[in-house]
């Protein structure tokens, strides 16, 4: 199970900790532990004599190159603007008493901190590139349900939750993470994380 930006953290991890670089094919071409490990070992009887280069910050001048992979994200979504299909969507339950403004700070400072999170994708001359925007903070959505009956409250939230996940991202309109939190107790919240998945494909900038 998982997805591309788990199997690129495993292969961060196989880097820093056995000192070889391994091709993120590899995790599918092996597929269990065994041979995962035999590649590995491969891979350091080769790298004896060789020396990796260090992973440096790529400049911020002008726009910035798509990866591969999203370019075929970016691809996909020419063909079908707007669809919901690459979102990565989670539903964090928050019990007890939530701190909304604190997690506002948190939110916010996180997005500063990760450039990503501030990506977007412009276009010029079908070429497409992204783009870092300044860092301003955002206001945290909050819903609050408590007025409702515990029935109509279920159904409302389930009913905001499906449309968050449902929600395609213009890609040339940032951000492209969008967080909001449904109040349904005084004590009981539930945070909704919702981005592209194009987002996930462009940690390595």
Known sequence: GGHSLLATRMMSRVREAFKVEIPLRKIFEEPTLERLASAIEGAIEKAENQQLLPLVKAPRVGKLPLSFAQQRLWFIDQLEPGKAIYNSA????????????????????????????????????????????????????????????????????????????????????????RVKVIKLEEEQHLALFTMHHIVSDGWSI
Do not use: C, Y
């Open 90 to 177: 989670v539903g964090v339950r928050l019990e007890g008493r939530a701190d909304l403004k604190a997690l506002e700070q948190v939110i916010n400072e996180t997005v500063r901190r990760h450039e990503v999170l501030r990506t977007r994708i412009e276009v010029e001359e079908g070429v497409p590139a992204q783009v870092i925007d300044e860092w301003r903070p955002q206001k945290l959505e909050v819903e609050d349900l408590t007025g409702l009956t515990p029935d109509e409250r279920d159904a409302e939230s389930m009913r905001i939750t499906r449309a968050e996940a449902g929600t395609g991202f213009d890609l040339t309109r940032g951000p492209l993470m």
